[in-house]
């Protein structure tokens, strides 16, 4: 089963664009969190409900802390997102839930390729957009166009797929938040040893291009005021392995080559 997580004004494109591969019966699109409703209050109650550790919060006022360390307004309302997804489908009697933010888009070969035929998986990323790479990396060869190697700890949620249990102890383990949401729930798969798997090429993608108000949104945070209205100041990322709609990227010993060896 698909949960969508999107926004009002991007419901429609993809909708669309699961109609078109005939998916959308499968789907159920969920009410994505507005970073706007993401004030200084609203996240000082989610340090007092547990949903926010205070350390994490603490970090937005820290100039020490890497800028993608930072609690933010959209990293706290993509986590508030994906929690929903993940309770919702805990909650289904669906054995493995597809996760997909507003803005991706599956490959067709995936659809007639991969699907009919994973590997014995808890998490599988579909998506994402940086990954380390690993000599003891084991690969799958699944169908003519994709192939499955295990996942070390890659980073971006905008697709991937999960087995119930699996999506139950993510959430038992995502509380209270002290990094960003695929930082979350890529540790906890490694710490509790996740069979997760990164599909080569990315089985789904990104139609925009990465830019964030991060560095603003942070600004909202430490000044204990409302300024979401304000407009953002984008920024292009500097991590490695930002090459929406191309071949997937990782990057080894501060080198960034293709995944595959």
Request: net charge positive; aromatic share 10%; proline share 6%.
């Amino acid at each position: 089963w698909i949960y969508v997580i999107a926004l009002s004004a991007r419901r429609g494109s993809i909708v669309s664009h699961l109609r078109s591969l005939k998916i959308d019966k499968r789907s159920e699109v969920l009410p994505a969190f507005d970073k706007r409703r993401v004030d200084f209050d609203t996240v000082t109650e989610m340090v007092s409900n547990g949903t926010v550790g205070k350390s994490y919060f603490k970090r937005a006022a820290s100039e020490r802390a890497a800028w993608y360390r930072r609690p933010s307004q959209g990293r706290l309302a993509c986590a508030l997102s994906h929690l929903t997804a993940m309770r919702t489908f805990v909650r289904s009697r669906h054995r493995v839930g597809i996760v997909l933010e507003d803005d991706a888009r599956i490959s067709p070969e995936w659809m007639v390729s991969a699907l009919t035929m994973p590997p014995p998986f808890d998490v599988l990323y579909l998506g994402y957009c940086e990954e380390r790479c690993s000599d003891q990396a084991k690969w799958i060869d699944r169908g003519r166009h994709f192939r499955w190697r295990e996942a070390v700890f890659p980073l971006c949620l905008h697709g991937y797929a999960v087995q119930r249990p699996a999506a139950r102890r993510l959430l038992e383990a995502s509380l209270p938040l002290e990094e960003p949401i695929d930082n979350t729930f890529a540790s906890i798969a490694a710490n509790l040893s996740f069979r997760s798997f990164i599909a080569l090429p990315p089985a789904v993608r990104q139609v925009r291009s990465f830019t964030s108000a991060t560095h603003t949104e942070v600004e909202v945070l430490r000044a204990g005021s409302d300024t979401a209205a304000k407009e953002p100041r984008p920024f292009k990322s500097r991590l490695p392995g930002k090459q929406f709609g191309k071949h997937m990227t990782c990057t080894c010993k501060g080198q960034t080559g293709a995944c595959a060896p």
